[in-house]
């Protein structure tokens, strides 16, 4: 008998019963399957349009700052402001060269524009300060990002330096979670894993800089995560991955 | 975390006798609530999403075995591992083996009520392997020797001198004149002295908010981002969760989600909410190499299917405890336990065995403001009841409640006899009384030796009722009918129910004027 066998036979003498039937495990399957009543709030059902405003809006009352910029040309020009305006270095360590299907754009991006911004790739180290990332979607909802690891994003940069920027385009902000898993979902059907979700090693949702109110109840940000999330929201719609 | 909910009325009357603790619990009490009512009333869905999160984990448990076999599975599929720990024994072992097998020195710790419950902190430093608390709250707890105090907010009981005192005995190496007395000096430093201990960690070991069947991922919702760096930057993630943490989707989980945080502390979303789910993949650049998942019964098998199954259902928001009047007083130690306020009066017992931990659920008032908002829609006063019920019968109470209640209950069978009782109660009741109030009264002094007891009215109701039941002459059945018309005169009773913490155990303020004596009754014609 091993502690496995202890646990599942304590657990099916507590609901009085062997194995689920033949058909009560049909419907189990189903249902892991389909979403059923699933309750989506109202807030961001919608148009386009207005979910932006809703994403900026919810993500500045998280302590998130967001400026808007036209397209990927002015990216560069933003990093520098925010670096001159908060008075740090002109380092920054930015996402690796990117397998193209989930932040294509972060190559595009002509830096050559501001030459004088140093850019390390790779993960983050502790003498960070700044980091730059993508993010797999924005969610109006809560203005919350939602960022994925993988080898073009690595964890670190999300949680380690001081200053996060993220570079966010229109198109990648959604409405609800729903729609999130939703597109989460089609990647990994397009990435070949029959149609069921796959979710990568880690999945962050970040809503505003690291805080604690531990200290008297004095709620204050920078507790081990990053200080400030900026987040530069790109008008220029470009085609995700091909 | 030791078990001492035997104290239990020791605890409670020196936790109603600590100022400090006193001043942290009133903050606590409006800032919690306050900003719960506030998110709650900004989502139309949020009644909705309660009754829809109660659903989801009743499902859950109805299935439990079906979606913990689809967990292990999935877990296995992404390249983690599963380990059933049905005590705290195995948990503790099955830790410890695994941090031996990669030669770990240190040990950070994201926050895990799982981990004070088997006392996983002692048994490492017994075996040599040094644990950081890295929430700043149980960090700060951790540097004094204290069990936390709440299960969101571990160090709330902690002023921010004692924090700095604890600061300068433990972080060596750093100017002593350093100053210490803004909460932002303090962060920052526990920013840096933690940052380093994430960094040289061999092992990290979270809880889980939430585990899911679906993708055999694992979810930690923190404000800090401790918990994310605890996972991501050593070579082993360990995660510390019990059974009843399980959702079977994805969609479910975000369902949980939405009332976790608003119930809480009143966020939309709590900052990182962090899905984990196996060790690092193929080229991956950062993120653990060995992920796993210690899944721990210790008695919650037991609760299943029984008359508390309903407290399986609880996320460990601290809804209840924030709006309960009785731990509002005593704050968290008081209840000798991992789990305080309502939630560990009806869990501790079911865990730890009601002969030890009958006192909590005698602990409560029943005024119901738990159950109105916890967000599992878990009926807490109902089955602190059940725990009541349960003492009774096992003869777990002093004789002499045993033997009041019995009395109280033959009387009150035997309506002849019970009327005969109170009158004879209420003509010794007035004859104590002075000026209206009754100021000690034998067999009651643990109510009057700080409140005055208001003297009854001469006739019960019923009798006075009885007395006054003739068919009305017309005039006066129109007049009873018409609304009475609203006193001009202010209240004389104390309108509020805050007591400032330097009156706690002096009377309620100022005694009203006497009553007067009820009109005489009338002769039947």
């Known amino acids: 008998m091993t502690t496995r066998d202890d646990i599942f036979r304590a657990v099916r003498k507590a609901l009085k019963r062997d194995k689920p039937s033949a058909e009560q495990l ?101 003498r960070d300060l700044v980091s730059l990332t993508g993010a797999f979607a924005g969610i109006a909802e809560t203005g919350t990002l939602m960022l994925l690891s993988g080898p073009d994003a690595p964890t670190t940069l999300n949680l380690m330096p001081d200053h996060h920027l993220v570079v966010l385009g229109v198109a990648q902000v959604l409405g609800t979670y729903e729609e999130a898993w939703a597109k989460l979902r089609e990647r990994a059907r397009a990435q070949g894993a029959d149609g069921r979700m796959a979710l990568p090693r880690t999945v962050n949702f970040i809503t505003g800089p690291s805080r604690s109110g531990d200290i008297e109840q004095t709620l204050q940000m920078g507790a081990h995560g990053p200080r400030r999330v900026h987040v530069i929201l790109v008008h220029e719609r470009f085609a995700e991955a091909g | 975390m030791r078990i001492s909910t035997d104290g239990f009325t020791d605890n409670v009357k020196q936790a109603l006798v600590n100022r400090q603790l006193q001043d942290a619990l009133a903050k606590m009490k409006v800032g919690f609530v306050e900003r719960r009512r506030k998110a709650a009333d900004r989502l139309p869905e949020f009644e909705a999403l309660r009754d829809a999160a109660r659903d989801i984990k ?18 296995a599929e992404n390249g983690g591992a599963v380990h059933w720990c049905p005590d705290a024994d195995t948990a503790r072992d099955t830790i410890l083996n695994i941090c031996r097998l990669v030669n770990a020195r240190t040990v950070t710790k994201g926050k895990t009520m799982i981990g004070e419950e088997i ?169 653990p190499e060995q992920f796993h998942v210690v899944i721990l019964d210790n008695g919650r098998s037991k609760l299943l299917g029984g008359d508390f199954q309903d407290i ?50 005698n602990a409560s008032t029943f005024c119901g403001r738990c159950e109105e908002v916890c967000p599992m829609r878990i009926p807490l006063p109902k089955l602190m009841r059940r725990w009541r019920e349960k003492e009774f019968d096992r003869h777990m109470m002093p004789s002499k409640s045993r033997w009041a209640l019995r009395l109280w209950g033959f009387g009150a069978l035997r309506p002849a006899l019970y009327r005969l009782g109170t009158w004879f109660a209420l003509r010794y009741l007035r004859r104590r009384a002075e000026r209206g109030w009754i100021a000690a009264l034998k067999y009651a002094e643990g109510w009057t030796v700080c409140r005055d007891l208001p003297a009854p009215a001469a006739r019960t109701f019923q009798s006075q009722w009885h007395g006054r039941r003739r068919p009305l002459k017309p005039e006066k059945a129109a007049k009873a009918a018409k609304p009475p018309k609203p006193s001009k005169k202010p209240a004389a009773w104390p309108t509020t129910t805050k007591t400032p913490p330097s009156q706690a155990g002096k009377s309620i303020g100022k005694m009203p004027p006497p009553l007067k004596p009820p009109p005489q009754a009338r002769k039947p014609r």
């Open chain 1, 26 to 126: 049909q419907a189990l399957e189903r249902r892991l399957l389909n979403a059923e009543n699933q309750i989506v709030p109202q807030r961001a059902q919608l148009p386009h349009e207005h979910q932006l405003r809703l994403f900026i809006d919810m993500a500045r009352e998280a302590s998130t700052s967001v400026v808007e910029v036209q397209g990927l040309r002015e990216v560069p020009h933003a990093v520098a402001d925010y670096l001159v305006g908060h008075n740090l270095p002109a380092e920054i360590v930015m996402a690796p060269s990117p397998v193209l299907e989930t932040i294509p754009w972060l190559e595009k991006i002509p830096w050559s524009e501001r030459p004088l911004i140093a850019i390390r790739r790779g993960r983050a180290e502790p």
């Open chain 2, 58 to 75: 009743n499902h859950t448990l109805a299935n439990l075995d079906f979606y913990l076999e689809k967990f292990e599975r999935k877990v």
């Open chain 2, 119 to 287: 006392e996983i902190n002692e048994f490492l430093e017994a075996n040599g392997i040094t644990p950081v608390e890295t929430d700043l709250g149980e960090y700060i707890i951790q540097l004094r020797h204290e069990p936390p105090s709440h299960v969101v907010a571990p160090a709330i009981h902690v002023s921010k001198d004692q924090i700095a005192e604890a600061f300068r005995e433990h972080h060596a190496g750093l100017d002593p004149n350093r100053p210490l007395t803004e909460p932002t000096a303090l962060l920052a430093e526990a920013r840096r002295v933690l940052r380093e201990r994430f960094l040289e960690a061999d092992v990290g070991i979270t809880g889980a908010n939430l585990m899911i069947a679906e993708t055999g991922s694992t979810v930690i919702v923190t404000n800090e981002g401790n918990g994310d760096l605890t996972q991501t930057l050593p070579r082993v993630h360990i995660v510390l969760c019990s059974i009843e943490k399980l959702v079977p989707t994805l969609d479910d989980a975000t369902t949980i989600l939405r009332v976790l945080a608003r119930s809480a502390t009143g966020q939309e979303m709590s900052v990182y909410t962090t899905f984990s789910t196996g060790p690092r993949r193929k080229g991956d650049l950062d993120g």
């Open chain 2, 312 to 361: 399986l259902r609880c996320i460990k928001c601290g809804a209840c405890m924030n709006h309960c009047p009785v731990y509002g007083a005593i704050g968290g130690h008081a209840y000798g336990w991992v789990y305080s306020g309502p939630l560990g009066k009806v869990l501790t017992p079911g865990l730890i065995g009601l002969e030890k931990a009958h006192d909590l659920p």
